[in-house]
């Protein structure tokens, strides 16, 4: 699970002393350039600790060793628009994945911004922020009704003239004359191929809104984005936090109700209409859902929570319902993120499908819900041809990826080449003896069983699941049935 955070406190950079001020510069350098490429001291000292603000305070999050790992630094700048006296608010965000997912930001945000607006109840305050990454993005979607720009609204001429002067007022260098809203902004965020291959192809309409307005966001390019802060807003964001820790409240205790007798009757409708929601099991006939569905448990996990880690034993395949989860491979603490999945995803396949231990570590990002179906009764119903052949594609192209993402050769088809590649390739069921035809092939996957592979280099046996590069002399026989993917040149 995350790690956790064990101390948060807000400081007031303006009230320490030089040395205080000094190591804190130090401790939030440290944790920005983790997460930032090419976070520098000037840019800590000057744009987060000290900038030219009438005030900014920073919520500091440390771990058990007293070390920074997270901060939310919130800015308050005292400007004139029209002739009239307006209060410009600006944040900074920034916390190490391995302690994401169980802090209190949003809390501590809501307390500050209502001490402010109630000192100066006539003034108008407006949130503005340049939204680097798609995930910042939708925070403010979720939690403001009004800001700007929004997806499907255009925005507002007067609205744009205050965006627009703001944002060249505060030094937000412009980048391109024919988007007055997309600002060179601090520093890119380090994220893998599979983070920006999760936000291209996101199901949210505000983080397809955010990638079609800011293309270039992965350079470090933010989106100008504006929001009025009543005390309306302020009221409605307190009631989305109240309702967002209910919810979680009442999931976990339906979830513990399951283990009531009974209780797996009364939420069959339940697992039945998320399994119905996702594309891979939409398909199912009633009977055939029925199948699934009898020995199917739903799961409801916080965010920052390790579903399982790399090497577990298991055999159970996870429906994504709602929420988000990444997936992680390497040892505790030096663990590199390979994929992020959202809803409609399946995972947990290989150790279903191939047998053996989990090859990946697996942790939620936001808070989720599963559907987990017992690898035994999901053979079973994989007996259908439609559900079957779907999910052997997906752990075909897991596998695929995987292998190739490791070879410099391919690194620059990038994730969706990689899977469309895959894609066009013919699964193939075979039996022991039998020989696999290399013709017009540039690689063969095997997803179950064994063969016997002889090449130039000697004779090995290859196991399920792994992937072999063909040549002229690679002759492959089959040792145990096997299903295997034939690859063909691209």
């Known amino acids: 699970m995350a790690r956790p955070v064990v101390h948060s406190a807000p400081v007031i950079p303006k009230l320490l002393s030089e040395a205080e001020r000094t190591a804190l510069v130090d401790g939030l350098l440290e944790v920005y350039s983790e997460i930032f490429a090419g976070g520098t001291r000037d840019y800590i000292a000057n744009g987060l600790v000290s900038p030219k603000s009438e005030l900014t305070t920073i919520l500091v999050h440390r771990n058990a060793e007293g070390r920074i790992v997270g901060y939310f630094a919130i800015h308050f700048f005292e400007r004139r628009f029209r002739g009239a006296p307006i209060t410009v608010v600006r944040s900074s965000v920034g916390m190490l994945r391995a302690y994401r997912g169980r802090n209190s930001n949003i809390a501590w945000a809501l307390r500050v911004l209502l001490e402010q607006r109630l000192a100066h109840p006539r003034r108008p305050f407006y949130g503005m922020g340049s939204m680097v990454h798609p995930s910042s993005y939708l925070q403010v979607a979720r939690y403001v009704d009004m800001f700007w720009p929004a997806p499907d609204e255009p925005v507002p001429p007067d609205v744009l003239e205050l965006i627009v002067t703001l944002a060249d007022e505060l030094g937000m260098k412009r980048i391109d004359p024919e988007r007055p809203l997309v600002r060179a902004g601090s520093m890119p965020t380090r994220q893998t191929e599979a983070e920006r291959d999760y936000w291209q192809r996101s199901d949210k309409p505000a983080a397809r809104f955010f990638v079609a307005m ?143 231990r989990r090859k990946a570590t697996v942790r939620t990002v936001i808070p989720t819900t599963l559907v987990r179906i017992p690898g035994e009764r999901l053979r079973e119903a994989m007996h259908t041809a439609t559900l079957g052949d779907a999910i052997w594609e997906v752990f075909a192209g897991r596998i695929f990826d995987d292998h190739l993402r490791a070879d410099a050769r391919y690194q620059a088809l990038g994730r969706r080449g990689r899977l469309d590649w895959i894609q066009r390739a013919p699964h193939v069921v075979l039996e022991p003896g039998a020989e696999v035809s290399t013709t017009g092939v540039a690689f063969v996957v095997v997803l179950r069983g064994s063969v016997q592979v002889e090449s130039g280099t000697g004779v090995r046996v290859s196991e399920a699941p792994n992937v072999i590069e063909i040549d002229a002399s690679t002759r492959i026989r089959v040792i145990s049935e096997a299903r295997v993917v034939l690859v063909p040149p691209r």
């Open 214 to 356: 800011n293309p270039t966001y992965g350079e470090g390019s933010g989106l100008v984005t504006l929001f009025p802060i009543t005390f309306s807003m302020l009221l409605g964001l307190g009631s989305r936090i109240a309702r967002d820790r209910t919810k979680l409240l009442v999931d976990g205790a339906l979830v513990r109700t399951r283990r009531l007798p009974l209780a797996d009757r009364l939420f069959r409708p339940v697992v039945r209409r998320h399994l119905r929601a996702v594309p891979l099991f939409g398909a199912l006939d009633d009977r055939g859902l029925a199948r699934v569905v009898e020995l199917s448990r739903l799961v409801t996990l916080p965010a920052g929570k390790t579903l399982f880690r790399e090497g577990d034993e298991g055999d159970d395949l996870y429906v994504l319902h709602r929420g988000a989860v990444t997936v992680l491979s390497g040892l505790a603490g030096s663990e590199a993120m390979i994929d992020q999945l959202g809803a409609g995803a399946l995972f947990g396949e290989i150790a279903v499908l191939a047998g053996g």
